[in-house]
């Protein structure tokens, strides 16, 4: 698919015959997201928004990738079980255990403390690097007039602590498994066609959301942005162009 990047709100000319492709390919994937009863109350012209995002007849495009927090350092403290547990073994033969380090295992402190209270050199003890990235993009269709705001992130812990030879690998290798996280905020333009989401494991009346044509952001409700990042993390394997910002922009 000629999907294409871009950090630049550039003028983008859809083929003509894209808005019927999109409408269609919507129509057909969202059948089976819904079950009898709530296909029943649909417009058969809707755009449901987890199924039309990962709809690869698409034309998507990648808008504004920016990172917002970034760390990568072997400065910060991480609890002293860590440490020790990163020891070789040989060491830890030598340097066993005694009720005094047991009292410090759940005691957060840098590898150069953890180093003297062991007894050991510090060239013994690894420090790891900690890696915590978010950051942010806009995904958007012209022929559908939708834009969608995501959030990702290497890890939802505080740090991601990896045992590698210098930050650049740390960081590669930090992001072989990135992953969506956080709010959903959606700008669609289209007032001739109705969006919606589909919260399927809500029985009550907020099982359907309906986004409304506006010229500004909207915030999806909770557990609508949960049923897209979901949606968006089962097929991020066939939708490529996600991880391509992301990585491009980590470089």
């Known amino acids: ?8 709100t550039d003028t983008y000319v859809e083929p003509p015959n894209i808005i019927e492709a999109a409408a269609t390919s919507s129509s057909e994937s969202r059948e089976p997201a819904a079950d009898e009863n ?25 808008h504004n990738c920016k990172i917002s927090k970034k760390t990568v350092t ?3 403290p991480m609890l002293f079980l860590y440490h020790y547990d990163s020891l070789d073994d040989s060491v830890k033969q030598a340097h066993p255990l005694t009720p005094a380090l047991l009292m410090q295992f759940n005691t957060s402190m840098t590898a150069d403390t953890a180093a ?6 510090g060239d013994l003890l690894a420090s790891p690097w900690h890696v915590k990235v978010v950051g942010s993009l806009v995904v958007f269709s012209e022929a559908l007039q939708l834009a969608v ?17 210098s930050a650049d690998e740390a960081l590669t290798t930090a992001f072989k498994d990135w992953q969506f996280f956080g709010r959903v905020d959606v700008l669609y333009k289209n007032d001739k066609q ?25 915030y999806l409700p909770a557990t609508h942005a949960l049923i897209v990042i979901a949606k968006l ?3 991020k394997a066939e939708l490529p162009w996600f991880e391509s910002a992301i990585l491009e922009r980590l470089e």
Do not use: C, F
């Not at 709530?38 to 990648?62: C, E, G, H, M, Y």
């Not at 705001?149 to 030879?165: A, D, E, F, V």
């Not at 989401?197 to 010229?215: K, M």
């Open 116 to 121: 003297k209270l062991i007894g050991i050199t």
């Open 38 to 62: 709530i296909s029943k109350t649909i417009d058969p012209n809707a755009i449901i928004l987890a199924q039309s995002l990962t709809d690869t007849a698409v034309s998507w495009r990648i």
């Open 74 to 76: 072997q400065e910060l």
């Open 149 to 165: 705001r995501l959030r990702w992130t290497n890890t939802g812990k505080s740090t991601q602590q990896l045992y590698t030879q």
């Open 233 to 235: 993390e089962a097929d």
């Open 194 to 218: 109705p969006l919606i989401s589909i919260d399927e494991h809500n029985e009550d009346q907020e099982q359907l959301h309906t986004i409304d044509a506006s010229a500004d952001y909207q």
């Open 1 to 8: 698919m000629p999907t294409q990047l871009s950090n630049h």
